[in-house]
């Protein structure tokens, strides 16, 4: 939309962002160019921002001494994380009842401790 200022022959332009970011869903098309694979996530936090940093351990010990760990920064808004968070949950929830996954289990819930203890459902498990 154009418009005319009366005061002197400039015009104004006034651009609807709405309209330049409008999609159908069918329309996306995501473009996936590169890909890795993370064991290891560290997750910080801010007011405004969730920051997650997927590593690829255990890395690569360099000439001048010290590990050198490859890795991907991804920043989120906190619904967005929240979204992740309860989307992977579910999934994953999903995915362990069937018995298609191992399962992290914390040593004690009511530490805050982190542990990296994994355990896996038994095979030949009788229901």
Known sequence: MVKKTEDSDS??????LRDLYKYKPEDIMPDISYSTY????????????VYIDFLEMPGIKR?????HVDGTRV????????KL????????EKVYSEGG?????????????L???????????ST
């Open 63 to 67: 000439e001048d001494g010290k590990m």
């Open 75 to 82: 920043f989120m808004s906190h619904a967005a994380a929240q």
């Open 38 to 49: 993370s064991n290891l996530a560290y997750i910080q936090v801010t007011h405004r921002d």
């Open 11 to 16: 015009e104004s332009m006034v651009i609807d």
């Open 85 to 92: 968070a309860e989307a992977l949950n579910g999934i994953l």
């Open 115 to 125: 542990t990296s203890k994994v355990i896996r459902k038994s095979a030949n498990k």
């Open 101 to 113: 996954m191992e399962n992290y289990c914390p040593a004690d819930k009511e530490k805050s401790e």
